[in-house]
């Protein structure tokens, strides 16, 4: 490669076996240089280097996914829907005017 050549994240991508995302992230946090960011669009440089020492220390530090309990409502709250799924609840009936 050129150093004066540019390349785009899917271009380095493919070189690196991995997602244009990646790249992208890597770009922002600084672990790819020279790179720069022209019109909304990352440019890295043909002679472009991955710290991959920084990046494993990262990865090696990162503390690991946490599974997060079923979705729905805490246990102990209030019940916010007290009739099962198909029951409507009943409506308040309407008040006549004393007008009429």
């Known amino acids: 490669m050129l150093s004066n050549q540019w ?3 899917e271009e380095v991508a493919q070189l690196e076996k991995c997602t244009p995302t990646t790249i992208r992230r890597w770009c ?3 672990f790819i240089w020279p790179c720069r960011m022209e019109r909304g669009r990352w ?3 043909g002679a472009y280097a991955v710290s991959l020492d920084t ?3 990262r990865l090696a530090n990162k503390p690991p996914k946490v ?3 079923a979705p729905g ?3 102990g709250s209030k019940n916010k829907n007290p ?3 198909g029951v ?3 409506r308040k009936k309407k008040r006549q005017s004393s007008l009429a």
């Open 88 to 90: 409507k609840r009943p």
């Open 43 to 45: 440019l890295i440089g």
């Open 7 to 9: 390349l785009t994240p």
């Open 55 to 57: 990046l494993r220390v």
């Open 83 to 85: 009739y099962p799924k």
């Open 28 to 30: 922002r946090e600084d």
């Open 67 to 69: 599974k997060h309990a």
């Open 73 to 75: 409502r805490p246990k």
